[in-house]
């Protein structure tokens, strides 16, 4: 828009919404206009040409004979595109030497239009906004799966180790507050590498989820059983002492013992470290030693179970065989 060397259109009214005002070229340039005028032409044309005149048309107000006072013409003027949406004003159009001179007032059928459309896009808006709602519910419900599925084993759906890390944090800073027994258990399977040489990788698999199966029937629901790695089984135990904890390796390893895994033939059997928290250790220490435990039974003859001491000169292993093997070698 190039501005008017007769600067028509006063700077108070430049801002004005509701009064459209404008010099306009009869070539159809827009010599001024206010806002009023220029707000009318959004998302109606990226310009503005003499077909904006929808009614009355541009070519009927050039030709029309001005009256003493230079109005060619007064009523309802209505903008917009000739295929697309329009605005109506109530206003006149006075011929001021090559140019006409445009000042209205949007029409109340222009305001209803408005708010119509407005109307419309909130609820275009609120749509777009629910169907995000429910992608972000879904997105969310599809990462809080894909995390439930990284913290637990797809073998075995026991918890992995990750859990285990976490619990145990959280039950060495209970320990230090409450000072109440915690014990964690490795338990490893003897014999594994030989089950899958033998019968394959899938027996091998079935092998460990009847493992897990029996693991999960032997602890309470505050304990935390884990599988540990590829043959190894972690668990967790609150609030249990030493006596408490080798009555439930004891059981599981009897459980085991007793268990005939077609199509293997041969018991499955298993080997246990047992280690109890000590005050001050880090939970690397009491992997360290449970882990110690766990190698001291396997040395020793497998399918038994080693409770370990403070070092591994006070490591005690327990004979396997009869519920009388609680009793120290």
Not at 57 to 79: E, K, M, R, V
Not at 219 to 232: H, I, L, T
Request: proline share 4%; with cysteine.
């Amino acid at each position: 828009m190039n501005a008017s060397p007769f600067a028509i259109v006063p700077s108070w009214l430049k801002d004005f919404r509701a009064i459209a005002v404008a010099l306009i070229a009869d070539d159809g340039r827009i010599v001024e206009a206010n806002e009023g005028f220029l707000m009318t032409l959004a998302g109606i044309t990226e310009g503005f040409s003499t077909s904006n005149f929808i009614e009355p048309s541009f070519n009927l107000l050039c030709h029309s004979p001005p009256q003493a006072d230079g109005l060619i013409y007064h009523g309802l003027l209505t903008l917009g595109a000739p295929e697309g949406a329009r605005r109506s004003f109530s206003g006149r159009v006075y011929r001021m030497n090559q140019m006409l001179f445009v000042a209205a007032e949007m029409d109340i059928s222009a305001f209803e239009q408005m708010n119509d459309e407005i109307g419309k896009l909130k609820k275009e808006l609120d749509d777009v906004r629910r169907q995000l709602s429910k992608r972000n519910h879904a997105l969310q419900s599809a990462l809080e799966e894909m995390t439930e599925i990284k913290r637990h084993d797809p073998t075995t759906g026991l918890a992995n180790r990750v859990i285990l890390d976490q619990r145990m944090e959280e039950e060495i800073k209970r320990w230090e507050r409450s000072r109440r027994p915690l014990a964690l258990m490795l338990m490893d399977m003897d014999g594994f590498t030989k089950i899958n040489a033998d019968y394959g990788r899938e027996v091998g698999d079935e092998v460990l989820k009847h493992v897990a199966t029996v693991v999960m029937q032997a602890v309470r629901s505050v304990d935390v059983a884990v599988r540990y790695g590829g043959q190894e089984f972690a668990i967790l135990l609150p609030e249990t002492n030493e006596m408490g904890a080798l009555i439930v390796a004891e059981r599981l390893r009897m459980d085991l013992e007793g268990q005939i895994m077609l199509p293997v033939l041969e018991p499955a059997t298993a080997s246990f470290g047992v280690a109890i928290y000590l005050s001050g250790e880090q939970r690397e220490e009491l992997y360290a030693r449970a882990w110690r435990a766990l190698k001291h039974a396997k040395a020793h003859g497998k399918n038994a179970i080693t409770m370990a001491g403070v070092v591994g000169e006070c490591d005690h292993l327990y004979q396997s065989g009869s519920p009388q093997s609680l009793d120290v070698e």
